[in-house]
């Protein structure tokens, strides 16, 4: 089990917390985890794509020219393959590309990426990245870059934290997640993972232990 600085919104450590050894601090598995990747980029694809063939295509119902004595090639319709126009051969129909994948396996792949990022040091955790009860991008990213200067950074955020959101979402170096959508893409993604104290008690289903003494 290791153990992480809580940063406060002026960058000071305002306390720490251990991250469970069986959630960050886990086996790699690679080859699981490029399944579960894979499965995922594959759910997201919309699979809406479709050519018509010979017989969807509008038109060609009448013989372009007699069977014989015009020394060309016979043809039955305009709307075959060959002509311009025409239908399209085992061309792509719609379909859908989600593969299943266990929850279990989701869930190891998961922890590997998290303990990956967690074993260099590429998790971090602050209490707010604003003060008060205003939305400010400005000040969110000041409090962001006391943790990190990473470009591709994945901002873990509660499901009711609207105000850190609001201050985040525009900020082109970060990806923005909830906690309960975390997944081994976005992890793999991205340079650091940012969780605040909040998301990461959510995150884990109980208040993650802090150390005595602090607060």
């Known amino acids: ?13 305002a306390g720490s917390v251990e991250l469970p050894g069986d959630v960050f601090d886990v086996q790699a598995n ?3 985890m490029h399944q579960v990747v894979v499965a995922q980029l594959a759910a997201a694809r919309q699979g809406t794509h479709k050519a018509k063939t010979r017989g969807e295509v509008a038109g060609g119902g009448k013989k372009p020219y007699k069977q014989k004595g015009t020394g060309r090639a016979r043809q039955g319709s305009i709307r075959a393959p060959q002509f311009t126009g025409g239908g399209v051969v085992h061309g792509p129909v719609p379909r859908d590309y989600s593969q299943r994948t266990p929850k279990k396996m989701k869930a190891a792949a998961l922890r590997g990426a998290l303990s990956d990022r967690a074993r260099d040091g590429r998790v971090h955790v602050v209490e707010a990245f604003v003060s008060g009860d205003k939305p400010s991008t400005k000040a969110a990213v000041a409090t962001l870059r006391k943790a990190t200067d990473s470009t591709k950074v994945l901002v873990v955020l509660s499901s009711t934290d609207e105000l850190n959101w609001l201050s985040l979402r525009n900020e082109t170096t970060v990806h923005l997640i909830e906690s309960g959508q975390l ?3 976005d992890v793999l993604v991205a340079d650091v993972v940012v969780f605040t104290k909040e998301a990461l008690d959510e995150f884990l289903g109980a208040p993650a232990a802090a150390e005595e003494g602090n607060k």
């Not at 089990?1 to 450590?13: F, L, Q, W």
């Open 1 to 13: 089990m290791s153990t992480v600085d809580v940063i406060n919104v002026e960058g000071a450590k």
């Open 183 to 185: 997944n081994t893409y």
């Open 30 to 32: 690679i080859p699981l």
